[in-house]
T-cell receptor, first 112, second 116 residues
Framework: SAVISQKPSRDICQRGTSLTIQCQVD?????MFWYRQQPGQSLTLIAT?????????ESGFVIDKFPISRPNLTFSTLTVSNMSPEDSSIYLC?????????FGPGTRLTVL | AQKITQTQPGMFVQEKEAVTLDCTYD???????LFWYKQPSSGEMIFLIY??????QNATEGRYSLNFQKARKSANLVISASQLGDSAMYFC?????????????FGAGTRLAVHP
């Protein structure tokens, strides 16, 4: 299984600002996924990030709000832009295994 | 479109007893994967068990087993000999063909409380 780390683990931000979340994997992976979990809710996929190409966003998520970078096969960032209290969530990155996905520990974001 | 339904918002079980968490799914794909994840209060997502749609035998991983009934489109998780550390949110999820290389669609989750 992959070992995944995320930074920061948690943050409290003011509305209107942006936060960049980092995801680091201990092995090279072609695909990385970014999910959002709003308070008391389930996980929803934001986008799929492949190295060397633009991220693919799910319905309801746009690049201007959630820009993603994938500079190499072990690293990705997700930026939450122009934040509002509705962006308060846990943000998780994941990578594929043989059949499953392995998740990072998550970034717990609170927007005031 | 694929959909996962977990009808039990909360469940409780006595320590050392078995518990079944329900999950039904809907898909028009013939090939798909079914997953269970555990989310403790820390927020991490811990992979528990996987069942492929073409697997004839129910998946088992230690104290976890998946009761897969394809005709009924159900994939219930059975936890045997519950432990206090099993108290957490449990999510059922499915993927279209491609397994882990495709997006996971999650159910609403079931919060399990294990009582001593």
């Amino acid at each position: 299984s992959a070992v995944i780390s995320q930074k920061p683990s948690r943050d409290i931000c003011q509305r209107g600002t942006s936060l960049t979340i980092q995801c680091q994997v201990d092995s090279q992976v072609t695909m990385m996924f970014w999910y959002r979990q709003q308070p008391g809710q389930s996980l929803t996929l934001i986008a799929t990030a492949n190295q060397g190409s633009e991220a693919t966003y799910e319905s309801g998520f746009v690049i201007d709000k959630f820009p993603i970078s994938r500079p190499n096969l072990t690293f990705s960032t997700l930026t939450v832009s122009n934040m509002s209290p509705e962006d308060s969530s846990i943000y998780l990155c994941s990578v594929p295994g043989l059949s499953e996905q392995f998740f990072g520990p998550g970034t717990r974001l609170t927007v005031l | 479109a694929q959909k996962i339904t977990q009808t039990q918002p909360g469940m409780f079980v006595q320590e050392k007893e078995a518990v079944t968490l329900d999950c039904t799914y809907d898909t028009s794909d013939q090939s798909y994967g079914l997953f269970w994840y555990k989310q403790p209060s820390s927020g991490e997502m811990i992979f528990l068990i996987y069942q492929g749609s073409y697997d004839e035998q129910n998946a088992t991983e230690g104290r976890y087993s998946l009761n897969f009934q394809k005709a009924r489109k159900s994939a219930n998780l059975v936890i045997s000999a519950s432990q206090l550390g099993d108290s957490a949110m449990y999510f059922c999820a499915m993927s279209p063909p491609g397994g882990g290389y495709n997006k996971l669609i999650f159910g609403a989750g079931t919060r399990l409380a294990v009582h001593p």
